[in-house]
């Protein structure tokens, strides 16, 4: 992020986002989310940013597990195609609303959908169905809702509506977040460049950077900032950047840090990492009415970075190859970290249900067989809130010196299924898939 010369340790400063997941109001889901949550272990305490505590971990799930629902006979079995009816699901929703009663577990819980394979719009049941691998629920580590069978993170009902109501627009923005130093502290550090060169004492050095640059801003589109769907972005991010920088250990063997792969290979650079979510291998029949999701891909991307005189980031020329290979590492066992950490995989799951509202509204599935879906996208039912990343805090590590000063912080994720479906290829065999995929019964899933 920020390089400077100097023939002391090297430093290697870590610039993180926190979150605070509190419910704040909304009578239609209140009854599971008055309790602090933490996504990933990422927690916040008295605005400080840190790992949950083992006490925490613990209690999050005993109060979650004291407060589920049975589960309905047939949503506890296992099932390769569960099918879920948006049209149906959102009866149900306009019913709970109505009623001023708090929404079925197993409506949030998209019937315990672990991800999506098919999306099925059918004209003569004025429907849009929604078919992936499901499984009945229970509870992990920090309250996650995961699969009985599977472990993996259950999708959630909420974090579809924002995506259906934040891109329900002409032009919607980008998914992102961002977390950066501000124009102010990087003004700061660039005017203080002598007094920190003459500092030899490498802790001294790097608490006087940490004071300098303070406090850091979170720079959230795409969807609002009180949103779950934000705050899973900044805890997939936070803890990419713990793993990266060794401030906490890889929950998977023989997964070095960037640090480590710096001190190797005696490069000095300010590289910035960055996730993109994309979707990978769509496909579609021929009417474009059935769509095969193909895969969820999260990528890991760098660029090198330095700050000019004016305090403002620009992009190098040169490229730093342990950066590159430390992304490289993240993009080709991002599935393992994610089979161990609940935080990587509620990213990918976010992803996943970006992909089906864009194909929905890039091919207007929800106009060609008039399924408008009322009350999904009625802002009249609330949405949990949750605190809004805001700002967030410094920390650093200390490396062993080889040349110059090493810092990194900045990063953030992309979520863009765009680019797949627009490359996405037509499969006539999904003609067969698609009698296989009408929904039967009179409730809103269907094994």
Same mark, same amino acid.
């Given at each position: 992020?920020?390089?400077?010369?100097?023939?002391?340790?090297?430093l290697t400063l870590l610039l993180w986002g926190g979150l605070l997941l509190v419910c704040l109001n909304s009578s239609a889901w209140a009854q599971y989310?008055?309790?602090?949550?933490?996504?990933?272990?990422?927690?916040?305490?008295?605005?400080?940013?840190?790992?949950?505590?083992?006490?925490?971990?613990?209690?999050?799930?005993?109060?979650?597990?004291?407060?589920?629902?049975?589960?309905?006979?047939?949503?506890?079995?296992?099932?390769?195609?569960?099918?879920?009816?948006?049209?149906?699901?959102?009866?149900?929703?306009?019913?709970?609303?109505?009623?001023?009663?708090?929404?079925?577990?197993?409506?949030?819980?998209?019937?315990?959908?672990?991800?999506?394979?098919?999306?099925?719009?059918?004209?003569?049941?004025?429907?849009?169905?929604?078919?992936?691998?499901?499984?009945?629920?229970?509870?992990?580590?920090?309250?996650t809702v995961i699969g009985k069978d599977s472990g993996k993170p259950i999708l959630l009902l909420e974090d579809l509506i924002t995506v259906f109501r934040?891109?329900?627009?002409?032009?919607?923005?980008?998914?992102?977040?961002?977390?950066?130093?501000?124009?102010?502290?990087?003004?700061?550090? !660039?005017?203080?460049?002598?007094?920190?060169?003459?500092?030899?004492?490498?802790?001294?050095?790097?608490?006087?950077?940490?004071?300098?640059?303070? *406090?850091?801003?979170?720079?959230?589109?795409?969807?609002?900032?009180?949103?779950?769907? *934000?705050?899973?972005?900044?805890?997939?991010?936070?803890?990419?950047?713990?793993?990266?920088?060794?401030?906490?250990?890889?929950?998977?063997?023989?997964?070095?840090?960037?640090?480590?792969?710096?001190?190797?290979?005696?490069?000095?650079?300010?590289?910035?990492?960055?996730?993109?979510?994309?979707? !990978?291998?769509? $496909?579609?029949?021929?009417?474009?009415?059935?769509?095969?999701?193909?895969?969820? $891909?999260?990528?890991?991307?760098?660029?090198?970075?330095?700050? @000019?005189?004016?305090? !403002?980031?620009?992009?190098?020329?040169?490229?730093?190859?342990?950066?590159?290979?430390?992304?490289?590492?993240?993009?080709?066992?991002?599935?393992?970290?994610?089979?161990?950490?609940?935080?990587?995989?509620?990213?990918?799951?976010?992803? @996943?249900?970006?992909?089906?509202?864009?194909?929905?509204?890039?091919?207007?599935?929800?106009?060609?067989?008039?399924?408008?879906?009322?009350?999904?996208?009625?802002?009249?039912?609330?949405?949990?809130?949750?605190?809004?990343?805001?700002?967030?805090?410094?920390?650093?590590?200390?490396?062993?010196?080889?040349?110059?000063?090493?810092?990194?912080?900045?990063?953030?994720?992309?979520?863009?299924?765009?680019?797949?479906?627009?490359?996405?290829?037509?499969?006539?065999?999904?003609?067969?898939?698609?009698?296989?995929?009408?929904?039967?019964?009179? @409730?809103?899933?269907?094994?």
């Amino acid at each position: 992020m920020i390089q400077m010369s100097s023939t002391m340790k090297k430093l290697t400063l870590l610039l993180w986002g926190g979150l605070l997941l509190v419910c704040l109001n909304s009578s239609a889901w209140a009854q599971y989310y008055g309790y602090t949550q933490a996504i990933g272990g990422v927690s916040i305490d008295r605005d400080m940013v840190k790992n949950a505590t083992q006490e925490m971990r613990k209690s999050l799930k005993q109060e979650v597990l004291s407060k589920l629902q049975a589960i309905p006979e047939g949503l506890d079995q296992v099932s390769s195609e569960r099918k879920v009816s948006l049209k149906k699901m959102d009866a149900a929703l306009k019913e709970a609303m109505e009623k001023k009663s708090p929404v079925p577990d197993s409506v949030r819980f998209l019937g315990g959908l672990t991800s999506i394979h098919y999306v099925a719009a059918l004209p003569e049941e004025n429907d849009i169905v929604l078919v992936g691998p499901a499984e009945g629920w229970t509870v992990g580590d920090f309250g996650t809702v995961i699969g009985k069978d599977s472990g993996k993170p259950i999708l959630l009902l909420e974090d579809l509506i924002t995506v259906f109501r934040t891109w329900n627009t002409s032009q919607p923005e980008l998914i992102s977040c961002s977390i950066d130093p501000t124009p102010e502290g990087r003004t700061r550090l !660039n005017e203080n460049r002598s007094e920190l060169r003459s500092i030899r004492d490498p802790e001294t050095q790097a608490e006087k950077i940490r004071d300098l640059l303070g *406090a850091q801003a979170v720079t959230l589109t795409g969807v609002p900032a009180d949103s779950r769907y *934000a705050n899973i972005m900044v805890a997939a991010d936070y803890r990419m950047k713990r793993i990266g920088l060794k401030l906490d250990p890889a929950p998977i063997s023989r997964f070095p840090s960037y640090v480590e792969m710096v001190r190797s290979t005696r490069e000095s650079t300010a590289p910035r990492f960055w996730m993109v979510g994309q979707m !990978n291998q769509i $496909k579609h029949d021929e009417s474009k009415m059935v769509w095969d999701m193909g895969s969820v $891909k999260i990528i890991t991307l760098t660029a090198r970075e330095h700050i @000019d005189q004016s305090g !403002n980031r620009a992009e190098a020329v040169k490229t730093d190859a342990a950066a590159k290979r430390w992304a490289d590492m993240m993009t080709k066992r991002y599935n393992e970290l994610a089979d161990v950490d609940y935080s990587f995989a509620e990213l990918r799951n976010c992803v @996943d249900l970006a992909g089906v509202v864009a194909v929905v509204y890039s091919q207007q599935l929800h106009q060609k067989v008039n399924c408008p879906l009322p009350t999904i996208l009625n802002q009249s039912l609330k949405l949990p809130g949750y605190n809004a990343p805001k700002t967030v805090a410094t920390e650093y590590s200390i490396v062993q010196p080889v040349r110059g000063s090493i810092f990194v912080g900045c990063g953030g994720v992309e979520v863009n299924p765009m680019s797949g479906i627009l490359a996405a290829k037509q499969d006539n065999a999904l003609a067969e898939v698609a009698e296989r995929l009408n929904f039967t019964g009179d @409730d809103w899933w269907s094994n």
